[in-house]
């Protein structure tokens, strides 16, 4: 398989908690990245890495923070879920730019 | 800037063809296309990088215009298992290794 995981795979949180998503890989790859799926929408980047403790913002980034202190995970936090971070969450790995990416398999937060 | 996908769906009875556009306003370095299936994640098909070009596989192909700044995904003779979303994911030229993807477009295939 594509050597990525996600977890939670699905995760129930009260408005105004942090919460943290996890992404491993097992294939060593230098980019890494979060993206987010609502109905309508597609997939919108949040954040994403091009290396141990080099990352940057994408186009939905408010109200989110990564962090990457090895090569193999890649982690997103809610710094302080709302009702509008409900939604599935996707980790992309990257080999380089002549390539695809390869998806996780999503993570599905609700925030009540 | 998020490229535009035409159309938003297309209902398909099976062995019919169809084709899915995606048009950028920026400069491209590559185009990608991706399958999902309800409930799962989306699957990498192809990476179209130069202009011009044209890939595919099997009944599944692409092309890129790079002046144009588009991109149509052809699926011919559409089989059952074609149904699901598809999307574009654009790279710019010059612009740093991350995907901008479009809205998706929903293809059904009936029997």
């Known amino acids: 398989d594509a050597g990525i995981t996600q977890s939670p795979r699905h995760k129930v949180t009260e408005t105004g908690t942090p919460v943290t998503l996890r992404c491993h890989q097992t294939e060593n790859h230098r980019y890494m990245y979060w993206y987010r799926q609502d109905p309508g929408h597609g997939l919108r980047l949040i954040h994403y890495s091009y290396g141990v403790k080099d990352t940057d913002k994408g186009e939905v980034s408010d109200g989110y923070s990564v962090s990457r202190s090895k090569t193999e995970d890649f982690l997103l936090t809610l710094e302080s879920a709302t009702s509008s971070q409900t939604s599935v969450y996707f980790c992309?790995?990257?080999?380089?730019?002549?390539?695809?990416?390869?998806f996780g398999s999503g993570t599905r937060l609700t925030v009540v | 800037q998020q490229p535009v996908q035409s159309p938003q769906a297309v209902i398909l009875r099976e062995g019919e063809d169809a084709v899915i556009n995606c048009s950028s306003s920026?400069?491209?370095?590559?185009v990608h296309w991706y399958r999902q299936k309800h409930g799962e994640a989306p699957v990498f098909l192809m990476i179209l990088l130069k202009g011009g070009e044209q890939k595919g596989h099997d009944k599944i192909s692409a092309s890129f215009n790079e002046k144009k700044q588009q991109s149509s995904l052809y699926l011919t003779a559409s089989q059952l298992s074609y149904s699901g979303t598809y999307f574009c994911?654009?790279?710019?030229?010059?612009?740093?290794?991350?995907?901008?993807f479009g809205k998706g477009t929903k293809l059904t295939v009936n029997p």
């Open positions: 920026k400069a491209l370095y590559s």
């Open positions: 992309a790995i990257h080999r380089d730019r002549g390539n695809g990416y390869t």
């Open positions: 994911g654009t790279d710019r030229q010059g612009g740093s290794e991350k995907l901008v």
